[in-house]
């Protein structure tokens, strides 16, 4: 399923009148209650690339510090504060509705006290992370994605990595290229219902 074209999850205040839904998901055996909304992507439910990533990966141990980039409604990085009792987890999102919800959700989880749903330039500039994670905005364009994934891997931990999840028919083979050109090792680690899972090291 396909985002309608009048759904412009990447824009900063959606243009479309502002409803919510609930959806119910299961991912790394957490059972999630989220609110979603219009103009907000994946809106009443868990996206395919999403679930490919949390199906086709485990949640990380021993991890302090967690980028979510793109958040969306927040499930990923809402998984992950779940999953690591002790983390601190940081999502970021250009659209207000999807921090809107980020937030309201973490709440609703009980995890607010560690989970932070920011636009990109309330980040503090010397933030770093030991992972992140993130299904990327790809309809963006790939100058705009490229240059995202170049302002926030720098952000990586020594020893820390990405696990993104990008269609295939969208360009991932040619972005883990990309970014093994661009000095950041990158292996596909899964590959299920048209989508890849990538992970990048940072050295």
């Given at each position: 399923?396909?985002?309608?074209?009048?759904?412009?999850?990447?824009?900063?205040?959606?243009?479309?009148?502002?409803?919510?839904?609930?959806?119910?998901?299961?991912?790394?055996?957490?059972?999630?209650?989220?609110?979603?909304?219009?103009?907000?992507?994946?809106?009443?439910?868990?996206?395919?690339?999403?679930?490919?990533?949390?199906?086709e990966t485990d949640p990380p141990t021993e991890v302090?510090?967690?980028?979510d980039l793109g958040c969306g409604y927040g499930v990923?990085?809402?998984?992950?504060?779940?999953?690591?009792?002790?983390?601190?987890?940081?999502?970021?999102?250009?659209?207000?509705?999807?921090?809107?919800?980020?937030?309201?959700?973490?709440?609703?989880?009980?995890?607010?006290?560690?989970?932070?749903?920011?636009?990109?330039?309330?980040?503090?500039?010397?933030?770093?992370?030991?992972?992140?994670?993130?299904?990327?905005?790809?309809?963006?364009?790939?100058?705009?994605?490229h240059e995202l994934l170049l302002t926030w891997l720098?952000?990586?931990?020594?020893?820390?990595?990405?696990?993104?999840?990008?269609?295939?028919?969208?360009?991932?083979?040619?972005?883990?290229?990309?970014?093994?050109?661009?000095?950041?090792?990158?292996?596909?680690?899964?590959?299920?219902?048209?989508?890849?899972?990538?992970?990048?090291?940072?050295?």
């Amino acid at each position: 399923m396909t985002e309608q074209p009048d759904e412009h999850y990447f824009t900063a205040d959606p243009s479309v009148p502002f409803t919510r839904e609930r959806i119910e998901v299961e991912v790394w055996d957490e059972r999630l209650r989220l609110d979603t909304g219009s103009g907000v992507f994946a809106r009443g439910r868990l996206d395919v690339g999403t679930a490919v990533l949390f199906r086709e990966t485990d949640p990380p141990t021993e991890v302090e510090r967690v980028l979510d980039l793109g958040c969306g409604y927040g499930v990923i990085g809402l998984a992950l504060a779940r999953c690591l009792p002790d983390a601190r987890v940081t999502a970021v999102d250009v659209n207000e509705r999807a921090l809107l919800l980020a937030r309201e959700n973490a709440a609703g989880l009980g995890v607010a006290d560690r989970y932070e749903a920011l636009r990109p330039d309330e980040v503090a500039p010397d933030a770093t992370y030991d992972e992140i994670w993130s299904n990327p905005p790809i309809r963006i364009g790939k100058a705009a994605l490229h240059e995202l994934l170049l302002t926030w891997l720098p952000r990586l931990a020594p020893g820390g990595r990405a696990v993104l999840v990008v269609g295939r028919n969208l360009g991932a083979d040619s972005l883990q290229r990309w970014l093994g050109e661009q000095g950041w090792p990158t292996e596909r680690i899964a590959s299920a219902k048209g989508f890849r899972v990538l992970e990048v090291r940072r050295g």
